[in-house]
């Protein structure tokens, strides 16, 4: 009898929600979705989500992956989970969907890139997700911004830019879909997913930002914008911190806003894992790009980034 009781006690522990209503814990959905090139990066950036977060948050992260990568990827982000208590993971297997919509631009890009536009589709139970490009390390607890009121919108996020002008003067400005709380009961309710797919078929091959165009141009009118406070540097580009955060044209005082954001996405060209040689001309990250080294050395892939990435620390 004692046994029954004990492992019916371990099935409760395990389960998000039974913790969430009787342990007091906060849950937060986070995704991510990569191809077979960034996924000992990701393994940082969640390490760096789990470090940051209160004692009561449990993160249930949820992982888009292409079948045909899922099992070398796997055993890299397990280790997230099996090294902290304080999260779980769901693997999200896909078949190459968007295979046919064009992923080229003037940078890197793959078809993973579109996934996180299935995410309503694929979570059915779940009313909201934080969306995180793997080039974002946190540095604090997300639950301010996994609460961020987002009823009315279906993606909030970062302020990218004014929006084209061939689209037209009636847009909001455009936000950035590297890091996006989105609505999935809404998407769900309103059926926004086939008006996407269909903008990417319509338009394909030439958009430059994919999925951001997409969510920007067929879901504006309801998308909104997180405080610029959230995020660091934009590029590390000090002109282009100026005009997107709209800051003051006082050095210092850029900096200093920049010193203690909730998180830091490393933006198009500027990434850590490029080396210190190829960024000596962005001094400004440099801070940034230590303190993504430092989450990397307490990772269990810090030699293996290194060594995939060809990195010179010097």
């Given at each position: ?20 209503n ?23 950036s ?43 993971i ?9 295979q ?50 987002n ?6 996020g970062q ?60 879901c ?9 406070y ?29 010193k ?8 198009i060209?500027i ?6 040689a ?33 990195v010179?620390?010097?």
């Amino acid at each position: 009898m004692i046994i029954i009781i004990f492992l019916v006690f371990l099935l409760l522990i395990t389960n998000n929600l039974i913790k969430q209503n009787l342990f007091g814990f906060n849950y937060i959905n986070v995704a991510y979705a990569f191809d077979n090139y960034y996924y000992y990066i990701t393994h940082v950036s969640m390490k760096s989500i789990i470090l940051s977060q209160k004692n009561n948050t449990f993160i249930k992260f949820f992982i888009l992956v292409w079948k045909n990568i899922y099992e070398e990827q796997k055993p890299v982000i397990d280790k997230i989970c099996i090294e902290h208590t304080n999260c779980n993971i769901t693997y999200l297997i896909l078949n190459n969907e968007f295979q046919e919509i064009s992923a080229k631009g003037y940078i890197h890009r793959t078809t993973a890139i579109f996934y996180r536009l299935l995410l309503q589709n694929l979570l059915p139970n779940e009313k909201k997700i934080l969306y995180f490009d793997c080039d974002i390390v946190v540095y604090k607890d997300l639950n301010e911004i996994y609460n961020y009121n987002n009823t009315d919108n279906y993606y909030i996020g970062q302020y990218e830019r004014k929006p084209y002008k061939k689209y037209g003067k009636n847009f909001k400005g455009f936000i950035n879909s590297g890091a996006i709380l989105i609505n999935l009961e809404l998407l769900r309710k309103d059926n926004i997913f086939p008006k996407i797919y269909k903008f990417l078929q319509v338009n394909n091959g030439s958009l430059l930002f994919l999925d951001q165009d997409a969510i920007n141009i067929v879901c504006n009118k309801k998308n909104g914008f997180l405080p610029s406070y959230y995020f660091g540097a934009y590029l590390c580009n000090l002109e282009y911190i100026r005009k997107i955060n709209k800051l003051s044209l006082n050095k210092t005082h850029i900096i200093q806003n920049l010193k203690e954001p909730y998180l830091y996405h490393f933006k198009i060209f500027i990434k850590p894992w490029y080396g210190i040689a190829r960024n000596k001309d962005n001094m400004i990250c440099f801070d940034f790009i230590t303190r993504f080294y430092e989450l990397a050395k307490k990772s269990s892939y810090y030699l293996e980034i290194l060594e995939k990435f060809k990195v010179f620390m010097k």
